[in-house]
T-cell receptor, first 112, second 114 residues
Framework: EDQVTQSPEALRLQEGESSSLNCSYT??????LFWYRQDPGKGPEFLFT???AGEEKEKERLKATLTKKESFLHITAPKPEDSATYLC?????????????FGKGTKLSVKP | NAGVTQTPKFQVLKTGQSMTLQCAQD?????MYWYRQDPGMGLRLIYY???????DKGEVPNGYNVSRLNKREFSLRLESAAPSQTSVYFC?????????????FGQGTRLTVV
């Protein structure tokens, strides 16, 4: 079964305390791996696209990396405004076009 | 900059009632999508429209119908609502299906079926 698994489900950090979120996925047919941020009561907001192992993308305090089996979202010196649910998703070759397979998300809370 | 606008934001239905969720985008995007998000589950694709005049089933289409009214608007209809359809519904749009990963999402419609 095509799956995307995120861990941990929830993560509480103190402001400035760096950490990483994990996204593991079934590898077959992978066309891309994507990260999103979702604030309460809002739709997901696109952050990063990763296509091949070894690729890295950065945006402010966030850095996304990709290996052959998993992706990490590293958060360096987080601030309270980084609090949100972070979703990862994959897109496969074949199957329904446009069918992103989403993980359940990691809810990040950053306390001042 | 409206982006993707969904109406209504909240709705309570009785089992068996019907309703239509409306979605409109002002970014001249070709492709539009309907997802549902349930607690403890990831977002799941219900239907999508690759371009005006076309619609296709996603992962969980049963119990739903869609209409791509024009390039801007993509509606989702529940003909006979069931409690299992209680969820948050998100509409999204992208330049093309190949660009789905960068889709812009609306703010969601929270639907409760009692």
């Amino acid at each position: 079964e095509d799956q995307v698994t995120q861990s941990p489900e929830a993560l509480r950090l103190q402001e400035g305390e760096s950490s990483s979120l994990n996204c593991s996925y079934t590898v077959s047919g992978l066309r891309g791996l994507f990260w999103y941020r979702q604030d309460p009561g809002k739709g997901p907001e696109f952050l990063f696209t990763l296509y091949s192992a070894g690729e890295e993308k950065e945006k402010e305090r966030l850095k996304a990396t990709l290996t052959k089996k998993e992706s990490f979202l590293h958060i360096t010196a987080p601030k309270p405004e980084d609090s949100a649910t972070y979703l990862c998703a994959k897109l496969n070759y074949g199957g329904s076009q446009g069918n992103l397979i989403f993980g359940k998300g990691t809810k990040l809370s950053v306390k001042p | 900059n409206a982006g993707v606008t969904q109406t209504p934001k909240f709705q309570v239905l009785k089992t068996g009632q019907s309703m239509t969720l409306q979605c409109a985008q002002d970014m001249n995007h070709n492709s539009m999508y309907w997802y549902r998000q349930d607690p403890g589950m990831g977002l799941r694709l219900i239907y999508y429209s690759a371009s005006e005049g076309t619609t296709d089933k996603g992962e969980v289409p049963n119990g739903y119908n869609v209409s791509r009214l024009n390039k801007r608007e993509f509606s989702l209809r529940l003909e006979s609502a069931a409690p299992s359809q209680t969820s948050v519904y998100f509409c999204a749009s992208s330049e093309a299906v190949s660009r789905v990963m960068g889709a812009f999402f609306g703010q969601g419609t929270r639907l409760t079926v009692v």
